[in-house]
């Protein structure tokens, strides 16, 4: 059964900082993983796709990586802004073929002014 | 820009009570689901749903959960006899074609349901 962990669970940083944040999924088997934003009471916004094929997305001042075959991504911010302060969401979908994401828990950012 | 809406937004019920989460997918997606999320824990998966039909649904899924399209725009969530347990952040999602074609999945801003 496929298990997505997130390090680290909560993160706070002062405006400006880049930061990375971590996800890890136990089988590699993936066709995909994705990266969500969650803000309070809200619900999910994709932020970025990542095939299992490629390394790295881009958009803005994030940048995904992928590095399946040791099961792990990473999510790079730069020049964080209060604006970014949310629940960062890891999710990944299976070879078969299926539709289903399985989430990690998420690292909760915070980004003071 | 298209989203994907879920009514109502807040909902208390008593235990053994029938709910249904109403949400409206994007208008052109064919493909639906929906997740749930009790409070601190992980996005869980719960059902997908393809041409009037259920197409994959987690163990979470049992007989107490059903999902309809009742309309053109509609897509439905009931829960027969409501337990504590499923005191939860509901979310609908759509996309456009399955997710393992590239195409993401858009969510809902989620129902929170609180069973007493």
């Known amino acids: 059964k496929q298990e997505v962990t997130q390090i680290p669970a909560a993160l706070s940083v002062p405006e400006g900082e880049n930061l990375v944040l971590n996800c890890s999924f136990t089988?590699?088997?993936?066709?995909?993983l994705q990266w969500f934003r969650q803000d309070p009471g809200k619900g999910l916004t994709s932020l970025l796709l990542i095939q299992s094929s490629q390394r790295e997305q881009t958009s803005g001042r994030l940048n995904a990586s992928l590095d399946k075959s040791s099961g792990r991504s990473t999510l790079y911010i730069a020049a964080s802004q209060p604006g970014d302060s949310a629940t960062y969401l890891c999710?990944?979908?299976?070879?078969?073929?299926?539709?289903?994401?399985?989430f990690g828990k998420g690292t909760m950012l915070l980004v003071s002014p | 820009e298209p989203e994907v809406t879920q009514t109502p937004s807040h909902q208390v019920t008593q235990m053994g009570q029938e709910v249904i989460l109403r949400c409206v997918p994007i208008?052109?997606?064919?493909?639906f689901y929906w997740y749930r999320q009790i409070l601190g824990q992980k996005v869980e998966f719960l059902v997908s749903?393809?041409?009037?039909?259920?197409?994959?649904k987690s163990e979470i899924f049992d007989d107490q959960f059903s999902v309809e399209r009742p309309d053109g725009s509609n897509f439905t969530l009931k829960i027969r006899s409501t337990k504590l347990e499923d005191s939860a952040m509901y979310f609908c999602a759509s996309s456009e074609r399955q997710v393992g074609h590239q195409e993401t999945q858009y969510f809902g801003p989620g129902t929170r349901l609180l069973v007493l």
């Open positions: 999710a990944v979908t299976m070879n078969s073929g299926y539709s289903t994401l399985t």
């Open positions: 749903f393809y041409n009037n039909e259920i197409s994959e």
């Open positions: 089988d590699s088997a993936i066709y995909n």
């Open positions: 208008s052109n997606h064919l493909y």
